[in-house]
């Protein structure tokens, strides 16, 4: 009869392969966890995206003037992305929507990014222009997920508003409309 206080008898030699059986299986389980982690974290920090279908990659001469100007063609296109949003479709937009058109940025963002070669070739020699613009792309995401932020909370606050505008707005169109059909000459 065990007492209250007692230390319990010691471990029961006839359970001794089941707990090791245990401990294999713990200790391999653990151990394939830390292995796809690992494995997950080269492939993101090691393995480049692929490169969108009929993409030209960027040859990483300082004297290839054509491609710098289309890298720097495609980093303008991205800021100018960041200037003039709408609400997506019409009605209410939803985080979905939100998160859609962030996604679609970014995917955008990455292929430029793999074509102009920013991250690898950043500092290396290649003048002015590219280290201009490889900067640019490096700072874009922070100031897209700032800016997504703030038009999804205009957007989430004003959209009530914008709807009662467009139903005033086609009344009045209507009532035009109207005025228009009275005051048409007859013939």
């Known amino acids: 009869m ?3 206080g007692a230390l319990p008898p010691s471990a029961d030699p006839e359970f001794r392969s089941y707990r090791f059986t245990l401990g294999a299986i713990v200790f391999g389980l653990t151990t394939i966890g830390v292995g796809w982690l690992a ?3 080269g492939v993101t920090l090691f393995v480049r995206p692929p490169l969108p279908p009929g993409a030209i990659t960027f040859s990483g001469r300082a004297d290839d003037v054509s491609a710098l100007e289309r890298c720097l063609g495609e980093v303008r296109s991205l800021v100018d992305d960041l200037v003039v949003r709408q609400a997506p479709a019409r009605g209410s937009a939803t985080a979905t929507d939100w ?5 679609l940025w970014n995917q955008r963002w990455r292929d430029v990014g793999a074509q102009c070669r920013f991250e690898e070739l950043h500092d290396q020699g290649l003048g002015e222009a590219f280290d201009h613009m490889a900067w640019v792309h490096t ?3 922070e100031v897209h997920r700032a800016y997504v932020a703030l038009l999804r909370s205009y957007f989430s606050r004003q ?3 914008v709807e009662e505008f467009r ?5 009045s169109r209507r009532t035009l409309e109207l005025l228009r059909g009275k005051h048409a000459p007859t013939g």
């Open 39 to 41: 494995a997950s974290v």
């Open 99 to 103: 998160q859609e058109l962030g996604d």
């Open 167 to 171: 139903q005033a707005l086609e009344t």
């Open 159 to 161: 959209q009530p508003r």
């Open 2 to 4: 065990l007492q209250i």
């Open 139 to 141: 700072e874009l995401p």
